[in-house]
């Protein structure tokens, strides 16, 4: 059995913008104009953390690069919520 290290954390910090750099935040102002919402910010002990949007109407997933840029992605599963 694996243990969830996110206890007490939930997938979206209260500050997303204590995670991600200006780029970032620029890029995802413009995105959720078009649909993107941001599903999760996996935040490692060590390095650099991931940025991850869907976009609900076409059901896609992205992540949002340090440089602002969103790439496309089929490589990832979310979960659900329980």
């Known amino acids: 059995m694996s243990s969830d290290k996110r206890v007490g ?22 995105l959720k104009k078009f649909g993107w919402k941001l599903v ?6 060590l390095g650099h953390a ?5 976009n609900s109407q076409e059901k896609s997933i992205g992540v949002l690069g340090e440089d602002g840029i969103l790439r496309l992605t089929t ?3 979310i979960r659900q919520a329980s």
């Open 9 to 30: 954390m939930g997938p979206v910090p209260t500050s997303p913008q204590m995670y991600i750099n200006e780029k970032q935040v620029e890029g995802m102002s413009i």
């Open 40 to 45: 999760c910010i996996r935040r490692p002990g």
């Open 50 to 54: 991931l940025t991850v949007l869907k």
């Open 75 to 77: 490589e990832l599963k």
